[in-house]
């Protein structure tokens, strides 16, 4: 076993998700979302050219022209999603662990409206967050509750493919970006084509991908996608500021008609340290968010997710404030993580940390 399999397999068994190698550093691990040492060695140049040599193969020419490059590989048993580049005149790797497995939706900590998400016929759900937050593990295991559940065609367009899923109810095509097809923009293009029922963007990274998911939902499929964002009212400015001002009326529109919901995740440390725990925003579609989307009064949809919590919406600052009652995590943590302190301070009846006065 070389040195990178050794790595990987430590930091699996510690149960790490990410590995960074960087020179004039010990490598380290991703660790219940803190950095650790996970071996002492400070590694030089020449380690850091090394193993980046290994990892890419024949890809690391293209990493040398280019400054990074993107790929996966199985080691010590372990599917990898890696990225090479270069900083400051040497080489960097990020290796992402993958599961193996699928969880179940029961054992993510979501809220239960969620699972009607895998009971709809046809619109966009989008599930958003910073990078590590759980996307693609919600996404994994919404899918594959349809796949026992439906009879339908999934295709998946991914970079990479994050999860395997074993065909059950369902046939399942999944599809990697840069491998299968040149891009999002390609595959979409293509997928119309390929009588999908349930369609999987990895992300929507542009307007292209953007206008074909809408165009897709339109039509009566399943969309579900992820984005970068924080919130519900972040999610539809990111999507309808990507298109030209001429246009955004008529995406706002298109928004009000497809999307079905919206849910925002973070991973938080737990109150222990020794793991995290889920915190989440829910917007589920009601005609007053309808109206708000094309009317472009995004600032109001906190307004309307508070007044629709019956129907399984709830804002993140809401979450927080249950996460910290049902003991799960620290109040320091939540207001480190809420988009709103003086409203998270109101609900849990305490002062933010470092104010000495507050009514």
Aim: hydrophobic share 40%; aromatic share 4%; net charge negative.
């Amino acid at each position: 076993m070389n040195r990178i399999e050794q790595l990987v397999e430590k930091a699996a068994n510690l149960g790490a998700s990410d590995i960074h190698i960087v020179k004039g550093l010990p490598v380290k691990c991703r660790l219940h979302g803190r950095l650790v040492d996970l071996d002492e060695k400070i590694l030089t140049d020449e380690d850091c050219e090394q193993m980046a040599q290994a990892l890419a193969g024949v890809k690391y020419q293209q990493m040398r022209e280019i400054g990074e490059v993107d790929l996966g590989a199985t080691l010590a048993n372990e599917r990898l999603r890696i990225n090479i580049f270069r900083q400051q005149g040497s080489v960097s790797m990020a290796l992402r662990i993958l599961s193996s497995t699928i969880p179940e939706l029961e054992r993510l900590g979501l809220p239960p409206v969620v699972k009607d998400f895998t009971k709809w016929q046809k619109g966009i759900v989008l599930v958003t967050g910073e990078t590590g937050s759980g996307k693609s593990t919600t996404l994994a295991a919404l899918l594959n509750e349809i796949n026992h559940k439906r009879q339908d065609h999934i295709i998946t367009l991914e970079d990479p493919i994050e999860y395997i899923y074993t065909p059950d109810q369902c046939v399942i095509n999944q599809r990697a970006i840069g491998e299968d097809t040149a891009s999002y923009q390609d595959g979409l293009r293509a997928i119309l084509r390929e009588d999908p029922d349930i369609i999987l963007i990895g992300e929507m990274r542009d307007l292209d991908t953007i206008e074909t998911a809408l165009t897709a939902a339109e039509t009566g499929h399943l969309v579900f996608a992820t984005l970068h964002t924080n919130s519900a009212s972040d999610t539809i400015d990111r999507i309808v500021g990507v298109f030209p001002e001429n246009r955004q009326q008529q995406i706002r529109m298109q928004l009000s008609m497809t999307l079905k919901a919206v849910l925002s995740q973070q991973l938080l440390p737990n109150k222990y340290e020794n793991g995290r725990v889920l915190a989440y925003e829910t917007m589920i579609l009601t005609p007053a968010i309808k109206n708000l989307i094309r009317e472009g009064k995004t600032p109001q949809i906190k307004s309307s997710i508070l007044s629709s919590g019956d129907i399984g919406s709830i804002t993140m600052d809401n979450c927080l404030a249950e996460l910290v009652r049902a003991n799960k995590i620290k109040s320091e943590t939540a207001f480190a993580n809420a988009q709103d302190v003086d409203f998270l301070a109101q609900r849990l009846g305490t002062r933010p940390p470092g104010i000495s006065t507050w009514k």
